[in-house]
């Protein structure tokens, strides 16, 4: 019992983990860049900013539904630790 409880809690962990680094990539990323010109070096690109902005949602589109089945699981985890320790007390 002791073992499934630490196999869970790893699992719980290693969702936790992955949910964390699909978000880091988000803002590793600008979604816009400076002119590399001199002249405008401080002004925005923004000439392709519709094709960025709809390659961004998509990618947080996607990352939110693989964040969401990871959150399912994390929420299945939750509710049999819940089971598990209350074995471990009535057993216990």
Excluded: C
Excluded at 7 to 15: E, H, I, P, Y
Excluded at 45 to 72: A, F, M, P, V, W
Aim: net charge positive.
């Amino acid at each position: 019992m002791v073992h499934t409880l630490e196999s869970r809690l790893q699992s719980a962990k290693d969702n936790v983990e992955q949910i964390q680094k699909i978000m880091a990539m988000w803002s590793k990323a600008p979604l816009f860049e400076r002119f590399e010109d001199t002249k405008k070096s401080s002004l925005l690109n923004l000439t392709d900013r519709d094709d960025r902005t709809k390659k961004r949602y998509e990618e947080i589109t996607s990352h939110g539904t693989k964040i969401h089945q990871l959150l399912l699981v994390l929420h299945r985890i939750a509710a049999s630790l819940s089971i598990l320790g209350t074995q471990l007390v009535l057993h216990g």
